[in-house]
């Protein structure tokens, strides 16, 4: 079956303009994380949603980050006032049940980058 | 604040030759533990998890690795490397206790034929 897809899979933007990121995931998959990968590092923990739960926003680094899952399925990241330093590849997963019980899948990324 | 460490940034191996990746974290409670594969040009997968009981565990394509609980590590390893197994490997911790996923910040291998 199709697996996770993300769109846009690049994106330009200019600083201080808002983004929207989007994740289709795998259906049925009731778990979806968003993730940052940064030049050079690893992958940081942005937000985390398990089926009807409130979201574990834990991991947005400020108030320009948001997200939302509509009916448990795509979910839609949203930067506002982007700054250059938010230029990254943004991942989606998906999960059947709460890792570490299933495994998660990852799609492709869309890379942002702020100019 | 927990953190994963993966010390080698690029690893080159020619074909044949054993493979051992190092992670180690920095968290004190009780963690599950993942090795990530991202072949060039494709999504990251899932290499192997370790969730509890046997220390060593199996993977796909004959990795391996051993949780070792007093050295905060889980050590990557294969006997004998192919071309095929060129790509980045990515160590992540998940504590037991909340969703905050950490990754490590990856080792790159290429294997020379």
């Known amino acids: 079956g199709a697996g996770v897809s993300q769109s846009p899979s690049n994106k330009v933007t200019e600083k201080g303009k808002d983004v929207e990121l989007r994740c289709d995931p795998i259906?049925?998959?009731?778990?979806l994380y968003w993730y940052r990968q940064s030049l050079g590092q690893g992958l940081e923990f942005l937000i985390y949603?398990?089926?009807?739960?409130?979201?574990?926003k834990s991991g947005l680094p400020s108030d320009r980050f948001s997200a939302e899952r509509t009916g448990g399925s795509v979910s839609t990241l949203t930067i506002q006032r982007t700054q250059q330093e938010d230029s990254a590849v943004y991942l989606c997963a998906s999960s059947l049940l709460a890792p570490p019980l299933a495994e998660q899948y990852f799609g492709p990324g869309t890379r942002l980058t702020v100019t | 604040a927990q953190s994963v460490s993966q010390h080698n940034h690029h690893v080159i191996l020619s074909e044949a030759a054993s493979l051992e990746l190092g992670c180690n974290y920095s968290?004190?409670?009780?963690?599950?533990l993942f090795w990530y594969v991202q072949y060039p040009g494709q999504h990251l997968q899932l290499l192997l998890k370790y969730f509890s009981g046997d220390p060593l565990v199996k993977g796909i394509k004959g990795f391996e690795a051993e949780f070792i609980k007093s050295k905060f590590s889980f050590n990557l390893r294969k006997p004998s490397v192919q071309w095929s197994d060129t790509a980045e490997y990515f160590c992540?911790?998940?504590?037991?206790?909340?969703?905050?996923?950490?990754f490590g910040a990856g080792t790159r291998l290429t294997v020379k034929p």
């Open positions: 968290y004190g409670g009780t963690v599950n």
């Open positions: 259906s049925g998959h009731t778990a």
């Open positions: 992540a911790v998940k504590p037991h206790n909340n969703n905050d996923m950490r």
């Open positions: 949603f398990q089926g009807n739960s409130a979201p574990d």
